[in-house]
């Protein structure tokens, strides 16, 4: 098993990565899955993104988590000391279960994204009568 320092390196090297086709830090945001009998409810840290640039994608099975943030210094300050990295968001995830796509919800207050994903009323099976002729 692996020791606790060597599992928290692993996670940092997950949260951070740097996307090489822009010149900017992409964060994976940390996040909070909750399941109910009717959804699966995703709670994720974004602060500081702007709504407008959030993105909730399902795709093949993959739900995708994208925001970015838009910072600028004010003109005449310069930055001498910062211990807030910025940079964007992004984080994919596999969904198993039967998702309702047409039913999705995304809510962003006060930098925390939710991603609500109904579930889909499962396929009932069905006997179909064989004709004989």
């Known amino acids: 098993?692996?020791?606790k320092k060597t599992l928290q390196?692993?996670?940092?090297d997950k949260l951070e990565k740097v996307e090489r086709t822009r010149d900017r830090k992409v964060f994976a945001p940390a996040v909070d899955i909750y399941e109910t009998n009717e959804a699966i409810i995703l709670v994720a840290e974004m602060p500081g993104v702007d709504e407008?640039?959030?993105d909730v994608t399902l795709d093949n099975d993959v739900l995708t988590l994208r925001g970015q943030v838009?910072?600028?210094i004010p003109e005449g300050y310069e930055l001498v000391y910062n211990e807030y990295d910025l940079g964007d968001y992004e984080r994919s995830f596999t969904v198993n279960e039967y998702i309702d796509v047409d039913k999705i919800e995304a809510e962003y207050h006060n930098g925390v994204l939710t991603v609500t994903?109904?579930?889909a009323?499962?396929?009932k099976a069905k006997k179909v009568q064989v004709k004989v002729k």
Request: without cysteine; proline residues 11%; aromatic residues 6%.
């Open 1 to 3: 098993m692996a020791d």
């Open 9 to 12: 390196k692993r996670e940092s």
């Open 52 to 54: 407008k640039t959030i």
């Open 70 to 72: 838009n910072y600028d």
């Open 117 to 119: 994903l109904p579930k």
């Open 121 to 123: 009323e499962p396929v």
